[in-house]
Nanobody
């Protein structure tokens, strides 16, 4: 059974940094793409950053460009999101998502709360 385990959320002051991680386990087929999405109350879940397991450049939402960096460790089936110069607008629940090359449907992590205090 495929599982995603997220970690790294918490409370940070504006201007500070946090690092999220998400590890996939139990998959028999290769990962195609992983990403981080953010959801705030009353709004739809929105992409923050995604990265393909093959060597393509990551994709970032405009509000986080230059501040957030998504990276991957293929050997560990893990994706990271380094968040710097954080702003109150970055507050929300961050969800990890994984898409596989075949067989499995896309899956979501349980979500991790990120709160930026001004």
């Amino acid at each position: 059974q495929v599982q995603l385990v997220e970690s790294g959320g918490g409370l940070v002051q504006a201007g500070g940094s946090l690092r999220l991680s998400c590890t996939v386990s139990g998959n028999r087929f290769s990962i195609h793409t992983m990403g981080w999405y953010r959801q705030v109350p009353g709004k739809q879940r929105e992409p923050v950053a995604t990265i393909k397991w093959r060597d393509f450049p990551p994709i970032y939402a405009d509000p986080v460009k230059g501040r957030f960096t998504i990276s991957k460790d293929i050997a560990k089936n893990t994706v990271y999101l380094q968040m710097n110069s954080m702003q109150s607008e970055d507050t929300g629940i961050y969800y990890c998502n994984v898409e596989f090359t075949k067989f499995y449907a896309p899956k979501w992590g349980q979500g991790t709360q990120v709160t930026v205090s001004s």
